[in-house]
């Protein structure tokens, strides 16, 4: 979703926009080689998904759900 930013029903007026924050290098996950499964077989089943940033900025996920936000560690110290 990151990606992509917003789908949502193409019958309705889209509510809020999200930018998207990473462009996708490559269709689909990468999967490891034969000869990297031959040197270390717990990497048989690894699937690489990765993107590159956008200059958008990041994205709070807490608002994006309308979550309360959570106290920072130093004001439970405090």
Do not use: C, M, W, Y
Not at 17 to 35: C, L, M
Not at 59 to 76: G, H, M, N
């Amino acid at each position: 979703d990151r990606v992509g930013g917003t789908r949502g029903s193409r019958h309705l007026p889209e509510t809020h926009v999200i930018v998207p924050a990473f462009t996708q290098v490559r269709k689909g996950a990468a999967e490891p080689s034969d000869t990297e499964i031959a040197r270390n077989p717990r990497a048989r089943s690894a699937k690489l998904r990765f993107g590159t940033r956008t200059d958008a900025p990041a994205r709070d996920d807490l608002a994006f759900f309308d979550l309360p936000a959570l106290p920072q560690l130093q004001a439970v110290l405090d």
